[in-house]
């Protein structure tokens, strides 16, 4: 069975600072995707950024990065220059490449952006 | 931008009662899902439907649990004989094709009570 561990439960930076979110993942898989999903105060939760597992270069989107180590099985997400409307739940997950549909998540880090 | 959407977004119900929770996913989406999140713990899978039948379900998906796409809109979850720990936060999402190379978008969720 995969997991997925997010450390830090809560993290507060200051506006236009850079932020790195850890993950961590446990997987006998070779093949697998992971993501980072954002979930702003009562809102869905959003897809930030995907990984796939057999691409070495790290994904990034605009100001979001990840920082993919396959043989560590570490996924951290970059935020720079940090903006207001960054302040949310920031879940790391998983899927398997094939079989399953299901997303596998982490407990969740609660990112604030001060002012 | 077309958005999952769900209802009620609180309900609260007497444990043995049964409930409906009710998504209406992208409107041409295929790939249907549940997910729940008990308060202060990982979001986790419940089932995935495709065809008009399940394709993946967890083990917390037993007997009490069965979903439904009565029309073409809809997709509901109901709880037969809710417990006391089926207290959660139920969160319904929808992807245009199969995992894992399409997005899964989520609903905002329904905060389920039982008393």
New interface residues.
């Given amino acids: 069975a995969q997991t997925v561990t997010q450390s830090q439960p809560e993290m507060s930076v200051q506006e236009a600072e850079t932020v790195t979110l850890s993950c961590t993942y446990d997987t006998s898989e070779n093949n697998y995707y992971l993501f980072w999903y954002k979930q702003p105060p009562s809102r869905q939760m959003i897809l930030v950024i995907r990984q796939e597992a057999y691409k070495q270069q790290n994904a990034t989107e605009n100001r979001f990065s990840v920082n993919f180590q396959k043989a560590a099985k570490s996924f951290s997400l970059k935020i720079s220059d940090s903006q207001l409307g960054d302040t949310a739940m920031y879940f790391c997950a998983f899927m398997k490449h094939q079989g399953a549909q299901k997303l596998v998540f982490g407990q969740g880090t609660r990112l604030t952006i001060n002012p | 931008e077309p958005?999952?959407t769900q209802t009620p977004s609180h309900q609260v119900t007497q444990m043995g009662q049964e409930v409906i929770l009710r998504c209406v996913p992208i409107s041409n989406h295929l790939?249907f899902?549940w997910?729940r999140q008990i308060l202060g713990?990982?979001?986790?899978?419940l089932v995935?439907f495709y065809n008009n039948e399940i394709?993946?379900k967890?083990e917390i998906f037993d007997d009490q649990f069965s979903v439904e796409r009565p029309d073409g809109s809809n997709f509901t979850l109901k709880i037969r004989s809710t417990k006391l720990e089926d207290s959660a936060m139920y969160?319904c999402a929808s992807s245009g094709g199969?995992?894992?190379y399409n997005?899964?978008?989520?609903?905002?969720?329904t905060r389920l009570t039982v008393l």
């Fill in positions: 958005e999952v790939y899902y997910y713990q990982k979001v986790e899978f995935s394709s993946e967890s969160f199969p995992q894992p997005e899964q978008f989520f609903g905002p969720g």
